[in-house]
């Protein structure tokens, strides 16, 4: 598993003057991810937690690993819609893919909402947890097979834009927690 750093020190690293990545590595520094790679790893792991929620009947739990998924999607949009995608729209001929998967960010926030409105109702999110996963498999699939193969063939720097991203899942994240403060503040 490749480590990733800090916009700040992979720049740091990359006035050292190393020609290549590889000589990145030969000097033992740590280097970001592709950015694919880590899109990658985040459909995975909701995908994981999703055959969890299947699987388990206690309520409770079930209501944790629905609020995981929504949390782990929306930080996941974000970093698209933010970095990704206006990279994507430069570099590929094929905008229409991106407006697609942007469109597919929008239907996955109203199942979202929809499921932490139920969970904040006690009420079942099994339909609507369903629902949603359809959405990103079919997301998942398009990313997958159409515009990540697009990216690395553009010569797009993906170690570069996956520094980025990075960086942005960390802000996404300190900003829903700041959100989930304030909102906790008010109730």
């Known amino acids: 598993m490749q480590i990733v750093i800090t916009e700040v020190a992979f720049l740091t690293i990359a006035h050292q003057n190393p020609a290549t990545l590889r000589d990145l590595l030969a000097a033992g520094k740590k280097v970001p991810a592709k950015a694919t790679t880590l899109l990658m790893q985040d459909h995975s792991a909701v995908k994981a937690m999703y055959r969890q929620y299947q699987a388990e009947s206690d309520g409770g739990t079930k209501s944790l690993l629905a609020r ?3 949390t782990s999607l929306t930080v996941h949009a974000v970093v698209e819609e933010d970095v990704v995608y206006p990279e994507a729209s430069r570099t590929l001929e094929d905008d229409e893919m991106v407006m697609e998967a942007a469109d597919e960010h929008g239907e996955m926030k ?15 999110t099994t339909r609507d947890m369903t629902k949603l996963m359809r959405i990103v498999e079919h997301h998942v699939e398009g990313e997958e097979c159409e515009m990540f193969p697009d990216l690395r063939q553009s010569g797009l720097d993906l170690y ?28």
């Open 68 to 70: 995981q998924i929504c």
């Open 110 to 124: 109203v199942q979202i909402a929809k499921i932490v409105g139920g969970i904040a109702a006690d009420k079942s």
């Open 160 to 187: 570069e834009l996956g520094s980025q991203v990075a960086a942005s899942r960390v802000e996404a994240l300190l900003e829903l927690r700041r959100q989930a403060r304030a909102a906790a503040g008010q109730a």
